[in-house]
C-alpha cells in the first residue's frame, strides 16, 4: 500500500470510518423493528412487508456504479458528506409517508437512504481493505463491523421500543373496531415514526458537514500481480475486470451471505411474532442477533491474522451457518429463534473474509471491483422477501390441508428457512475453491 501522506498511523482515518460504519449500521439495522411495523399499518402480507430490506438493498445496485464514478470526482471526504446529506433526505420522506399512511412513500424514504449509504459503503470498504496490509485486512474490517453492528443493536432497540411498544393490543382493537376507529389507531401508530426520523435527518445533516473537516489520507491500491500461462512464455498484465473470475466469484458470495445475514436479522422479530411470542418479548431478538455478530467480530480482531487466516475464517463460518439454519428448522419457540440469532456470530467474519479475498491482485481495478462488490449487497433485496414468500404460500397450503392458523403461521415460518442451506454451501465453496480461481499460484 501507498499513501500520498506520511506514513505515520492510521488510527486516526480508523476512527473515521468507523464512524461511518457506526451510522450506517444504525439505520440499516433498525429495517428488523419496521418490517412488522409497517406491516401492520399498511396491512400487509409477510412477502409484501419484506419489501423494506428490497427498497433498502436494491438501491445499491441502482447507485453502486454512479457511486463509484461520484468518489473518483469528489474525493472521499466530499463523496462522504454527500451520502451523509443524501440519507437525511430520505429520512425526512418519513414525514409525508406517515401523515399519507402509503407504503410505496415509505419505501421511496427507505430507498434515498440506501442511495446514500451506497456511497459510503463503495468510499469506506475500499478504504478500510487498503489502508494497511492485505492480510488483515479481515482485522480491520472486523473492527468496522464491531461499530456497525453495535449500532444496529441500539437502533433496533430504540426503534423497538419507539415502534412496537403496544402493537399486540393495537392488533387486537384492529379486529373489534370499525373502519373509521381503525383507520384512527393506524394513523395514530403511523405518527411514532415522525419524530425519531426527523432526529435522525438533523444528526445526519450535522454530520455531513463535519465529516468535511476529517482527516482522510488518500491510498492506493497494491499493482496487480503479473501472470504467466505457462513457463517461458511473456508475462502479461491484466487488461480487464472480467480477467478475475476469482472477483466475480466473490460478488455471487457476497450477494448471497448479505441474503442471510439480513434474514437473520430482520426476519427475527416477525419469526418470534409468528410462532405466537408477543411483540413485547420479540422486540429486541434483532439485537440478539446483532449482539452475536459483535462477539464474532470481536474473536476476529484476536485472532486474524495471529492465529486464523482470513480463508479459515470463512470455511468455519459457513459450517456453522448450515448447523445453526439445521438447527433453526430442528428446533421449536424460543430455542428456534435463538438459533436465529446464532447466525449473526456465524456470519460475522463473512463479510471481513470476502472483501480482501475478492479484491486480491486487482490493482487499478479495485475502485470498480468494490463497487461490484457493493451491488452484491443487493441479495438483501432479492432473497428476505423470497423467504417472505415461501413463508406466505407454504401457510395456505397447510390452512389449505386443514391445519389451524397460527400453527400453520409458525410451521411455515421454521420451514422455510431452509433457503439458507444454498447460501451456506456456496459461501463455503467460495472459501474452499472460489477464491483461488484465476489468480497465480
Not at 517461458?232 to 455471487?252: A, D, E, N
Not at 438483501?380 to 423467504?387: D, K, Q, R
Amino acid at each position: 500500500m501507498t499513501t500520498t501522506s506520511q506514513k505515520s498511523t492510521s488510527l486516526v482515518p480508523m476512527i473515521v470510518i468507523a464512524g461511518l460504519f457506526f451510522i450506517f449500521g444504525f439505520v440499516t439495522w433498525i429495517n428488523g423493528a419496521l418490517i412488522p411495523f409497517m406491516k401492520t399499518i399498511n396491512e400487509l402480507t409477510d412477502a409484501q412487508s419484506y419489501l423494506v430490506a428490497s427498497a433498502s438493498y436494491i438501491s445499491f445496485v441502482a447507485m453502486a456504479l454512479p457511486s463509484s464514478y461520484i468518489i473518483s470526482k469528489l474525493g472521499y471526504k466530499k463523496g462522504m458528506s454527500l451520502g451523509l446529506i443524501i440519507m437525511a433526505v430520505g429520512a425526512l420522506v418519513f414525514i409525508p409517508a406517515a401523515e399519507a399512511r402509503t407504503y410505496w412513500v415509505f419505501l421511496s424514504g427507505i430507498f434515498i437512504q440506501g442511495l446514500g449509504m451506497t456511497i459510503l459503503q463503495t468510499a469506506s470498504n475500499p478504504y478500510i481493505t487498503i489502508l494497511g496490509p492485505i492480510e488483515s485486512a479481515a482485522k480491520r474490517i472486523s473492527i468496522m463491523g464491531i461499530a456497525n453492528k453495535s449500532a444496529g443493536a441500539l437502533g433496533s432497540f430504540i426503534f423497538g421500543a419507539i415502534l412496537l411498544s403496544g402493537i399486540d393490543e393495537i392488533q387486537e382493537k384492529l379486529s373489534l373496531v370499525d373502519e373509521v376507529e381503525k383507520n384512527a389507531l393506524l394513523q395514530e401508530m403511523a405518527n411514532s415514526v415522525v419524530l425519531p426520523y426527523i432526529v435522525m435527518a438533523v444528526v445526519l445533516f450535522v454530520l455531513a458537514l463535519l465529516i468535511n473537516k476529517a482527516p482522510l489520507p488518500n491510498v492506493e491500491a497494491d499493482e496487480i500481480e503479473e501472470t504467466e500461462k505457462e513457463p517461458g512464455m511473456v508475462r502479461t498484465k491484466k487488461t480487464s475486470i472480467f480477467q478475475f473470475p476469482h472477483l466475480w466469484l466473490g460478488v455471487l458470495t457476497l450477494f448471497l451471505y448479505v441474503g442471510v445475514e439480513v434474514i437473520a436479522g430482520d426476519t427475527i422479530i416477525s419469526y418470534g411474532i409468528s410462532l405466537g411470542m408477543s411483540g413485547e418479548e420479540a422486540k429486541g431478538f434483532t439485537f440478539m442477533t446483532l449482539m452475536a455478530m459483535v462477539g464474532g467480530y470481536i474473536l476476529g480482531v484476536i485472532l486474524i491474522p495471529k492465529y486464523l487466516n482470513q480463508t479459515t475464517a470463512l470455511k468455519i463460518s459457513a459450517i456453522l451457518g448450515i448447523v445453526f439454519g439445521i438447527g433453526i428448522i430442528s428446533f421449536t419457540g424460543f430455542i428456534s429463534v435463538l438459533f436465529v440469532a446464532a447466525l449473526g456470530f456465524a456470519n460475522a467474519l463473512v463479510w471481513p473474509a470476502i472483501w480482501p479475498l475478492a479484491l486480491k491482485g486487482l490493482g487499478k481495478f479495485t475502485e470498480t471491483a468494490s463497487a461490484m462488490l457493493v451491488m452484491a449487497i443487493s441479495g438483501g433485496a432479492i432473497i428476505p422477501p423470497l423467504y417472505g414468500y415461501l413463508v406466505d404460500r407454504n401457510k395456505a397450503e397447510l390452512i389449505q390441508s386443514g391445519v389451524e392458523q397460527s400453527v400453520a403461521t409458525a410451521e411455515a415460518a421454521t420451514s422455510s428457512y431452509w433457503i439458507l442451506f444454498p447460501c451456506y454451501a456456496f459461501i463455503l465453496f467460495y472459501a474452499m475453491y472460489g477464491h483461488k480461481v484465476g489468480l497465480k499460484k
